[in-house]
């Protein structure tokens, strides 16, 4: 897995922008990408997901745009609300054949939404 | 619908112990997996069982261990418990074993170890 400090990204924003957040993966040979939420002692909640297939996928208030070539994925929240405030991962997995359900996390970044 | 839940929730060893966390899986979901989250850092894979067997092992000792009930409920073991295994202890279910499409893993809200 990944070695990282304690201090993660942040990105502090105002009640009602919008946000990216972005993540780097490491494996090329992953095709399943998943956003997570994660809440002060909560585990994570799921927010969104996107095939390798596909370069952008659009939920309730959220698109995630996957650029391959450079092994980069985003996640852009509209209109963002101090609900949104938490930690955000990014986690790849290589689907399908006889692979598992191994998902792999990166860093983190905290949003902050200030009212 | 209840979620997946675990237990206990918070947990005070010392070093050298051993404990047991347990998992209950969403109802109809037979795929567990188990992860570790230290503070400040994304989770990492330790186990993934299916219809009780292990389907995938990450990158932890022996010291750390799992099954898979027939109700498919779970349990990681710990042994010889050292400092550096204080950390958030998370359990995913899913309807099966791989990742992908709409097989969305949920977690639980994970037991919080302490070793001292």
């Known amino acids: 897995g990944e070695s990282v400090g304690l201090h993660l990204p942040t990105l502090s924003v105002q009640e009602g922008d919008n946000s990216i957040i972005n993540c780097a993966y490491s494996?090329?040979?992953?095709?399943?990408f998943i956003w997570y939420k994660q809440e002060s002692g909560k585990g994570p909640q799921f927010i969104i997901d996107?095939?390798?297939?596909?370069d952008k996928r659009q939920g309730q208030r959220v698109t995630v745009l996957l650029n391959k070539t450079v092994k980069h994925l985003s996640l852009q929240i509209a209109a963002t609300q101090p609900g949104d405030s938490a930690v955000y991962f990014c986690?790849?997995?290589?689907?399908?054949?006889?692979?598992?359900?191994?998902?792999?996390f990166g860093q983190g970044t905290i949003l902050t939404v200030h009212p | 619908d209840a979620g997946v839940t675990q237990s206990p929730t918070h947990l005070i060893k010392t070093r050298g112990q051993q404990v047991t966390l347990r998992c209950s899986p969403i109802?109809?979901?037979?795929?567990v997996s188990w992860y570790q989250q230290v503070l400040g850092q994304g989770p990492q894979f330790i186990f993934q069982?299916?219809?009780?067997?292990?389907?995938g092992r990450g990158n932890f000792p022996d010291r750390f261990s799992a099954r898979q009930f027939p109700n498919y409920s779970s349990e990681l073991n710990v042994n010889a418990l050292l400092l550096g295994d204080s950390a958030l202890y998370l359990c995913?279910?899913?309807?099966?074993?791989?990742?992908?499409?709409?097989?969305?893993?949920?977690f639980g809200p994970g037991t919080r170890l302490t070793v001292l």
């Open positions: 995913a279910s899913s309807l099966l074993w791989t990742s992908g499409g709409y097989n969305e893993q949920f």
């Open positions: 494996n090329s040979a992953s095709d399943y």
């Open positions: 996107i095939r390798s297939n596909m």
């Open positions: 986690a790849e997995n290589i689907a399908g054949g006889t692979s598992y359900g191994k998902l792999t």
């Open positions: 109802s109809g979901h037979k795929s």
């Open positions: 069982y299916y219809e009780k067997e292990e389907r």
